[in-house]
């Protein structure tokens, strides 16, 4: 892979240098992680106290008015490969906006995913302590979550289409999981695809990647075969569990459906889309292939059927004409944001962003993730506005106040490897 043949023995071994450390890394850090501190007897419970605080005022504004006011406490389930860093953006200007306190990761930017979550990830975390926001990348566990929040919280989440998933997953985390290192062709994905069971063992490294990583992301065992009992069990939990689920395909409608749920104004939904990948770095598969993706990540697909129609039923529900109606509003809306923001056409390849406040975290080994140039003659009256618009996750987090050391180390041996 690193084309050692032929080249003197000293290249070989700076090439190993990264490596080297970057095992003592992970080991120091295993050491860190590993010490659990013992469970206190008494339970660490969320305090009502900021549940009581958004119950008065929502009690204050129906005396004063009809109108519903803005929910501040909030579980977002961030799966991956699903626009959620999107979603992300969203939340945290709408955090910053109402000074919210934030459950934030701690050295880097998920909740030690792929371990399942656990409160004491969270930065400063004290037992009893209540947050009014979960929104980073973890391996979901309710009852850890809801010991964080306050009990009116409003969970969701957001789906998208498994076999596009699937493809995404496999283009951006490919050189990170060795099961496809032995792949060999043109096309990997197909190579896959036509025999997954000959690459794929469900123990090894990453593999959770490669298989229903929807199912994975939630708790679950995403080796389940689709017709297993367990999954329409666990679709039921999760229906329970949260309070609306979005579905990246539709995404417009999406957001509007979460304006209404969460009393929001338009201000806080507009957006520009984030980490989108250059189209030609995606691979477009064949009806045959889509329905071998569609299978092996059928779990995944029931999932998605599921909260498909479930969201569908929502949107006839809010109205269709009126959904129309605000799906055009916000296109508006962010079309003028865009004016006001944004240099050129929209989103560039990562080669030709100019800040690197704004440069998206790129996969391993390659600049696919698209983003955006602030425009130059900006008005000033915009300009934070049109900042906090642009910045990707991991400088967004960086802001708030969470240091990325472990993120930093990782992105500084990938540049020096390849
Ligand atoms: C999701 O639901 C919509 C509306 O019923 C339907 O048109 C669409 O084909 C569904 N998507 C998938 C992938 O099944």
Redesign the pocket.
């Known amino acids: 892979m690193f084309g050692i043949k032929g080249k003197p023995c000293t290249a070989v071994i700076r090439r190993l240098i990264p490596w080297f450390l970057l095992t003592i890394v992970m080991l120091l850090f295993y050491c860190f992680t590993s010490q659990e501190k013992p469970r206190s007897a008494q339970e660490d419970t969320c305090p009502l106290s900021i549940a009581k605080r958004s119950q008065s005022s929502l009690f204050d504004s129906v005396l004063k008015s009809n109108k519903c006011s803005p929910k501040m406490n909030i579980m977002f389930m961030k799966t991956h490969k699903t626009a959620s860093s999107t979603i992300l953006n969203i939340l945290f200007r709408f955090g910053e906006k109402h000074k919210l306190k934030f459950a934030l990761p701690d050295g880097r930017n998920d909740f030690f995913y792929p371990s399942p979550f656990l409160c004491s990830q969270v930065k400063d975390y004290q037992p009893g302590q209540c947050f009014n926001v979960v929104c980073n990348h973890m391996r979901f566990d309710h009852h850890e979550v809801s010991k964080l929040l306050p009990p009116d919280s409003v969970y969701f989440t957001i789906l998208r289409?498994p076999v596009d998933l699937f493809e995404s997953s496999f283009h951006y985390y490919r050189r990170a999981i060795p099961l496809t290192w032995k792949i060999g062709g043109e096309n990997k994905l197909l190579e896959f695809l036509n025999n997954p069971l000959n690459f794929y063992s469900p123990q090894a490294y990453n593999s959770f990647y490669l298989r229903n990583l929807l199912n994975f992301d939630f708790g679950f065992d995403n080796n389940l075969e689709a017709d297993d009992a367990h999954v329409t069990t666990n679709i039921q939990y999760l229906s329970k569990r949260f309070d609306l689920v979005l579905?990246a395909?539709y995404f417009e409608e999406s957001l509007i459906l979460l304006k209404d749920l969460l009393c929001w104004t338009w201000e806080d939904v507009l957006y520009f889309k984030q980490n989108s990948r250059e189209r030609s770095s995606v691979s477009k598969l064949s009806p045959e292939m889509r329905n071998k993706a569609a299978q092996w990540n059928g779990a995944d697909w029931r999932l998605?059927?599921h909260f498909?129609?479930t969201?569908?039923a929502r949107v006839e529900a809010y109205g269709r004409d009126r959904m129309e109606k605000e799906v055009n509003l916000l296109r508006r809306g962010n079309a003028r944001m865009k004016d006001i923001c944004i240099e050129g056409e929209g989103a560039v390849k990562a080669q030709k962003i100019q800040d690197r406040r704004f440069m998206p975290w790129q996969p391993l080994g390659e600049s696919s993730i698209m983003g955006y140039n602030l425009k130059t003659n900006v008005e000033p009256k915009n300009k934070a506005m049109c900042e906090k618009l642009l910045t990707p996750e991991i400088q967004y987090l960086s802001d708030l106040g969470v240091n990325l050391w472990l993120t930093r180390v990782w992105g500084w041996l990938r540049d020096t490897i390849y």
Do not use: G, M
């Open positions: 289409n579905i395909e998605y059927q498909n129609s969201f569908w």
